[in-house]
């Protein structure tokens, strides 16, 4: 578990990568929440929608994002018992044992600022690890809370309100989900289901990411570019 930091050409932090964390309250793809500003409105009503996660690290990794991001709202939990209260797992021994749980939020709406949707290509991709290749799981599966895995975060910078991490993607290594299906199973009775069709943007991780993957599967050192 660590974090690593990529710096541009003037000193400033560029992007961010979290290795070995583990996660929860994942939504990428299909899944959404309203920006907070509208999180307490009826959902008809929400037009402001964002992509996020829940990172969790250890005590070192959150004084080293605290000082780089001040205004990063970060919280500690000191039990395994307030971190379930904040995460639920279908297999509690899943949940890593550390000696405090620091937390943050970390997110990119979905919207540019004029309130027009973002391009697919733009938004955050889910990949997993497997055999040595890097699938993409952004629309095809539903993560649940515990995946463990890195968190790839661009940083932009303002002069008034400093500098903040918003989410650029996430590769999984350890990958759990939940099946939705079995909720419907009342509601749907015998009748065959055709899946929709998910939309997609990409055809390789490197478009993913506009030819700078932040994540090289087949590599031992996946982040050389990272001080």
């Not at 920006?35 to 929400?46: A, I, N, R, T």
């Not at 996020?52 to 070192?60: A, F, P, R």
């Not at 307030?82 to 979905?110: C, G, H, I």
């Amino acid at each position: 578990m660590g974090v690593k930091f990529q710096k541009d050409a003037k000193g400033n932090i560029s992007k961010v990568m979290l290795t070995d964390v583990q996660m929860g309250h994942i939504k990428v793809g299909k899944r959404k929440e309203p920006v907070l500003k509208e999180s307490k409105l009826p959902w008809k009503d929400v037009k402001n929608f964002q992509n996020s996660v829940m990172v969790i690290v250890d005590e070192d990794t959150a004084d080293e994002l605290s000082e780089a991001f001040p205004k990063l709202n970060m919280k500690k939990c000191t039990t395994k018992e307030q971190m379930f209260a904040k995460m639920s797992m279908e297999d509690p021994s899943k949940l890593r044992e550390l000696p405090r749980y620091y937390t943050f939020n970390v997110s990119q709406k979905l919207q540019k600022d004029d309130g027009t949707d973002k391009p697919l290509s733009m938004l955050p991709k889910a990949f997993f690890k497997n055999n040595g290749k890097a699938e993409e799981v952004t629309w095809s599966a539903n993560l649940g809370n515990g995946c463990i895995g890195n968190v790839m975060c661009n940083v932009s910078h303002n002069k008034e309100f400093g500098s903040f991490m918003y989410l650029g993607g996430i590769l999984l290594t350890d990958m759990i989900t939940y099946n939705t299906e079995d909720s419907l199973s009342d509601l749907l009775g015998d009748l065959e289901v055709v899946s929709e069709e998910v939309p997609t943007a990409i055809e390789t991780v490197e478009e993913a990411f506009d030819d700078e993957p932040p994540f090289e599967a087949d590599s031992d050192d996946e982040f050389d570019e990272f001080e």
